[in-house]
């Protein structure tokens, strides 16, 4: 029997279990940690050499420490929440009780740190598809929820598709949403002469916090912030960016499309999304490699949306409904 296009199978990463899915006629591969449900690789043949898209974590160690949060699942929300604290349907809610200080920091939500199940893998000759699933998200401090998380992974011809399903599970209305972090390079080096075109007409404005600024000061139209203003493609140069951006213009076939370019190469990808925000990070104060990758993290919703009434109908889950986040990579001619 002939062999199929795509393969899916598991290996490992010194203790880390992986799953793998391949393309081997074409070179393309990327692995998948099981803890965190981290991407690790994404290779592509490119110019008769195999090229790793992804800036993921290299070995063990980094699975485990989860510096700098490279392709982290961001569940049940993404970013930062302000003071740990938030209120939803009346009731405050304190996601660090009794911590004081700087330690009072919470972000990209509670499952970075779990281990995974792989709860299905398969391939043919259409696509190689894995989906890893959790029911991690659990009552605990601050969130007396329980949401079910699957993230399907399938590898295909249009490239890398992450489907994400939360239901809840409890009894009563929960807040969520979802998020990816990951991490590109199109070139070795820095970032300053690649090309970034982010389709938003409206920057989020925060403070030195990273927290969005209270009410419309949150919101600034791009006109009015040129220096961070990259509508059309430009080279990121000097730039410093770790900001969300919003009001995100779709193409044709509904998908928006963030792309980043090596023009010297004209090797180029596109992070897309059908809804939500866009965060990018030039990884200025990553520990390892600063300003070697960007950032480009399709969300449903800005960080700090559970506290945001402008948020509040996006992040509700009813008991026993679910919602899905549709996002993934292209790889542009």
């Known amino acids: 029997m002939d062999a199929k296009r795509y393969a899916a199978g598991q290996d490992r990463l010194g203790e880390q279990e992986m799953v793998v899915l391949a393309e081997p006629g074409t070179g393309r591969r990327v692995r998948i940690a099981r803890h965190g449900a981290a991407l690790l690789d994404f290779e592509v043949g490119a110019a008769g050499s195999v090229r790793d898209l ?13 510096a700098g949060s490279r392709f982290a699942i961001m569940a049940p929300f993404a970013g930062r929440i302000a003071d740990a604290r938030y209120t939803f349907d009346g009731q405050a809610q304190d996601l660090l009780p009794g911590v004081t200080g700087a330690a009072r920091a919470m972000r990209h939500g509670f499952v970075r740190n779990v281990d995974f199940d792989l709860a299905a893998l ?12 959790t029911r991690a998200i659990r009552p605990q401090p601050g969130y007396p929820h ?17 489907e994400a399903c939360m239901r809840n599970v409890g009894d009563s209305a929960a807040p969520c949403f979802f998020g990816w972090h990951p991490y590109f390079h199109v070139a070795d080096g820095e970032v300053d002469d690649w090309q ?4 938003a007409q409206t920057l989020i404005r925060t403070g030195a916090d990273l927290i969005a600024l209270a009410g419309a000061e949150a919101y600034m139209a791009l ?12 080279r990121i140069g000097d730039s410093i960016i770790d900001q969300g951006y919003t009001d995100l213009d779709a193409d044709a076939d509904g998908r928006i499309r963030t792309r980043l370019r090596d023009p010297a190469s004209g090797f180029a990808i596109a992070i897309w999304q059908e809804r939500g925000v866009m965060h990018a990070f030039t990884a200025d104060t990553v520990s390892r490699d600063a300003r070697r990758a960007v950032a480009l993290e399709p969300m449903e919703c800005m960080a700090d949306a559970f506290n945001r009434p402008e948020c509040a109908a996006a992040i509700r889950l009813e008991p026993g409904a679910e ?6 990579v292209e790889i542009e001619p």
């Open 223 to 234: 006109d009015d912030a040129p220096a961070l203003d990259f509508r059309e493609s430009r």
């Open 146 to 162: 329980a949401i079910d998380l699957a993230v399907t992974f399938t590898l295909d011809g249009g490239g890398l598709t992450l």
């Open 54 to 66: 992804a800036d993921g974590y290299r070995d063990a160690d980094e699975v485990t420490s989860r």
């Open 196 to 199: 970034l075109q982010i389709p």
């Open 323 to 328: 919602r899905r986040f549709r996002c993934g």
């Open 122 to 133: 398969a391939a043919d000759d259409d696509r190689a598809q894995a989906t890893l699933t």
